[in-house]
C-alpha cells in the first residue's frame, strides 16, 4: 500500500500518516492529527489539531474537520474529533472537535456523511449511519446506528435519535426521535410510523416489525400517559430486546426531555 503526498500539501511534522494514506493538492494537515491506513484526503481539505481518522476513510474537497467548536464557553482546552473506519466524508463537511463537556466529537465507522453536513461539537454518531446534504447537527446530539436522516434537517442541540430511525428531509429536528421510527415535519416535527421497509432491509423478521410496531401502538395510540403506557410495554409484550431498547431510549432521557408524538401536544 503505497502513499501520496502531492508536494503542495501542508503537513504539520507532528501528523501521523499510516501507511497508504494519500492526500490532494493545497491540503492542510496541522499536527496532533493521526490518519489510518489506506484513508483518502482529497485537495483542499483542512484537518485541524486533534483529528483521530480511522482507515479507508475518503475524504473529499473542502471538508474541514477538528476544527475549534463553536461555542462561547470553549476557553481552548484539549480536545478531540475522532472518526472511525471506512467512512465517506463528502464536500465541505465541517465536523468541530469537543468541548470541555464530554473532551470529543465521535464519529463512527461505515458512514455516509454527504456534502455540506455540519456536526458540531460533543456530538456522537455511531455507526452505518447516512446523513444527506446539507444537515445541520447542533452540540451534544447523538445518532444511533443505521439512523437515516433526509437533506437539509436541522436537529437541536442535545436531540437524540434512535437506532434504525429515519428522519425526513426539511424537518425540524427538536424532540427525540426513538429506535425503528420514522420522523419528520418542519412546522410540526412528528412520529409518522414504523421504519417497516428500512427494518426489512436490514433484515428484520415480520415478527420482530410486528412487535415493534405494537410498543409503538402502545405509546403513541392507546391515548396513555407516556409513563402508564411505557409500564403498558413493560407488562404486557414480550421483554425482547428491541423492546427492551425502546424502554431504555424513553429512560434514558433527562428530566423535562420531549419526544416526538403523533402530533404536537
Request: aromatic content about 8%; glycine content about 12%.
Amino acid at each position: 500500500m503505497q502513499s501520496s503526498i502531492h508536494a503542495t500539501a501542508v503537513i504539520g511534522p507532528g501528523a501521523v500518516l499510516a501507511e497508504g494514506v494519500c492526500v490532494g493538492p493545497y491540503t492542510v494537515i496541522e499536527d496532533d492529527v493521526e490518519i489510518g491506513a489506506g484513508t483518502t484526503v482529497a485537495s483542499h481539505v483542512h484537518i485541524a489539531s486533534g483529528a483521530r481518522i480511522g482507515s479507508d476513510c475518503r475524504i473529499h474537497s473542502g471538508a474541514v474537520l477538528a476544527t475549534e467548536p463553536q461555542d462561547l464557553k470553549f476557553a481552548g482546552e484539549k480536545t478531540f474529533l475522532y472518526v472511525g473506519d471506512r467512512t465517506v466524508i463528502r464536500e465541505c463537511v465541517t465536523l468541530n472537535r469537543g468541548t470541555i463537556a464530554s473532551g470529543k466529537t465521535v464519529v463512527g465507522s461505515d458512514n455516509l456523511i454527504m456534502a455540506y453536513v455540519h456536526a458540531g461539537h460533543d456530538c456522537v454518531i455511531g455507526n452505518h449511519v447516512i446523513i444527506a446534504n446539507s444537515v445541520q447537527f447542533g452540540g451534544h446530539c447523538e445518532v444511533g446506528d443505521y439512523a437515516v436522516i433526509g437533506g437539509l434537517t436541522g436537529v437541536h442541540q442535545f436531540v437524540r435519535i434512535g437506532r434504525f430511525a429515519m428522519v425526513g428531509g426539511i424537518a425540524r429536528a427538536s424532540l427525540d426521535v426513538p429506535p425503528f421510527v420514522m420522523a419528520g415535519g418542519h412546522e410540526s416535527f412528528r412520529f409518522e410510523g414504523l421504519n417497516s421497509i428500512g427494518l426489512k432491509r436490514r433484515g428484520f423478521t415480520s415478527e420482530k416489525i410486528t412487535l415493534i410496531k405494537d410498543a409503538y401502538r402502545i405509546i403513541f395510540q392507546s391515548g396513555l400517559l407516556l409513563g402508564n403506557a411505557l409500564e403498558k410495554v413493560k407488562s404486557e409484550l414480550p421483554q425482547e430486546a428491541e423492546i427492551i431498547e425502546i424502554l431504555d431510549f424513553f429512560a434514558s432521557g433527562s428530566h423535562g426531555r420531549k419526544f416526538i408524538r403523533p402530533f404536537n401536544n
